[in-house]
């Protein structure tokens, strides 16, 4: 038969089909480290059109990069910030937001094709065709995501809307969530997620959500210093907003302050989830989250001391999203000797 051929019944290849996911969830993985450098070099905003199809071809010679870099200087960062700066110099902050675009595409083209390949192959184990096309509706979703988070910063501010960046990012870990997830489910059988588990992943995507609001409000410059701000545990003198929680949006030094500290609650919990996952069996995905956790504690005390150094705080975003696939993975052991709870994914 034809590898081009379709076979006339099902064929299921569970384990094929986890392999590709996994690929693809490690490019997710990529491009959320890209966009930490991209948000780091404050090169969001080099990109001022969303070109889905045209976009893939970067300026080829003098005259389009002129016109790229024109539309650069019509935006409010640049007449504020980046007056006088070259070409060259517009070049490199071009870089990122150009790969992190591109990667973005990448990921949706081979998601499609993979869909495509085992859809036509018959290859789609049973029950999980409708995933599919939740993680490409994800996806382009995410793709709108983007260019609105974009759009914020084009026309009256000078930066993108931390408030949209934050939904940017987590729309990215939910997509990589639903792909660990699957491919989990594909290779060791399929599992509810437990109500520890969703409890652990909630207070996890809370700190998650202040990361992204630090990293937008630029709120880890506050104070390079740790465990106190300030020679304080909270500083003297901040001005809190009214009500109290625009301060946990829009205040900088609280939101750095609540950063700080969930982190431990997190980690205590996850800590937990992880005691428990090795006694009913899941060692190595508890050993992994506790190692994870340590490295994350680590790396974010690490970036506020270096006054956000670059490298150390792109390892900090990096080491998030391991920090998350290994919470999915002991939360998934712990799920495949909890057949009784409540599914969530």
Known sequence: MSILSRPSRP??????????????????????VVGGITRLTESGLSITEWKPIRGVIPPLNEAEWQAEFAGYKAIPQYREFNQGMTLAGFKQIYFWEYVHRLLARGIGMVMALVALAFWWRRA??????????????????????GWWMVASGLVHRTEVSHIRLATHLLAALLIFSVLVWTALDLRKGPARLPLAGAAVLALLTLQLLFGAFTAGLRAGYAFSEWPTMGGRLFPEGVPLLEPFWRSLVYQPIVVQFVHRWLAFVVAAAAALLAWRAARIGARGAAAALLLALACQIGLGIATLLSGVDLPIAVAHQAMAVLLLASLLAAAHGLARHRPTTVQVL
């Not at 089909?17 to 959320?32: E, Y």
């Open 11 to 32: 064929a299921p290849n569970a384990r094929g089909l986890a392999n590709w996911l996994v690929l693809v969830a490690a490019m997710v993985f990529l491009i959320v």
């Open 124 to 145: 789609i184990p049973a029950g999980y065709g409708w995933r599919m096309i939740a993680i490409l509706a994800l996806g382009g979703l995410q793709g709108a995501i």
